[in-house]
């Protein structure tokens, strides 16, 4: 299976600063139909996860615009542009491109 | 608005058996592919098992294959999990996420289920 690897773990930011999280991949995520399928994900205390990202970069519904996703390959990031205090929570990366679907292990956005 | 709700779950002893079942609305069910997930606070978030929108296409966990069956009724809006021979490993909240196995479009609030003796 592909092995889905986050850091870090934990991130303490302060609000209204920006927050960088990495995920990295054990191989390519380049499906052979030629898109990559990188989804993140936030899951706040007491909820189910909410997916903020799919395909690398693109925002699901009502995500708002200071979240944004990028990398290729095996390199991803997600950054938040200005942490405000819903963000609180833990991030999740997930591919969709080989089976079985992974999941990153999770980083701890905290202010 | 899309919903996802999930029951069934609950305290059962090894070896015992469980149904759950996920209820959705908002979106064409029927065609639409849909994964059971479960988390814990040791292994995080575990792909369970998923099915496409007729039924005929299904595939497991090897942490489960053999024990659990995933299926549908689409004229209920309804999906099931039927788990059977459960482990105390298998302690977890349990998820229904359609969307399919690239993009787990939504999430239920989840049904814990408890194995112990």
């Known amino acids: 299976d592909v092995v889905m690897t986050q850091s870090p773990l934990s991130l303490p930011v302060t609000l209204g600063q920006p927050a960088s999280i990495s995920c990295r991949s054990s191989?390519?995520?380049?499906?052979?139909?030629?898109?990559?399928?990188l989804n993140w994900f936030h899951q706040r205390p007491g909820q189910s996860p909410r997916r903020l990202i799919y395909r690398v970069s693109k925002r699901s519904s009502g995500v708002p615009d200071r979240f944004s996703g990028s990398g290729s390959v095996t390199d991803f990031t997600l950054k938040i542009s200005r942490l405000e205090a819903e963000d609180v929570g833990v991030y999740y990366c997930m591919q969709g491109t080989h089976r079985p679907p992974v999941f990153g292990g999770g980083t701890r956005v905290e202010i | 608005e899309v919903q996802v709700v999930e029951s069934g779950g609950g305290l059962v002893q090894p070896g015992g058996s469980l149904r759950l079942t996920c209820v959705a609305s908002g979106f064409s069910f029927s065609v639409f592919e849909i994964n059971w997930v479960r988390q814990t606070p040791e292994k995080g978030l575990e792909w369970v098992a998923y099915i496409n929108g007729g039924g005929n296409t299904i595939y497991y966990a090897d942490s489960v294959k053999g024990r659990f069956t995933i299926s549908r009724d689409n004229a209920k809006n309804s999906l099931y999990l039927q788990m059977n021979s459960l482990r105390v490993e298998d302690t977890a909240i349990y998820y229904c996420a359609p969307g399919g196995l690239k993009y787990f479009d939504y999430w239920g609030q989840g049904t814990p289920v408890t194995v112990s003796s």
């Open positions: 191989q390519s995520l380049v499906h052979s139909d030629g898109d990559t399928y």
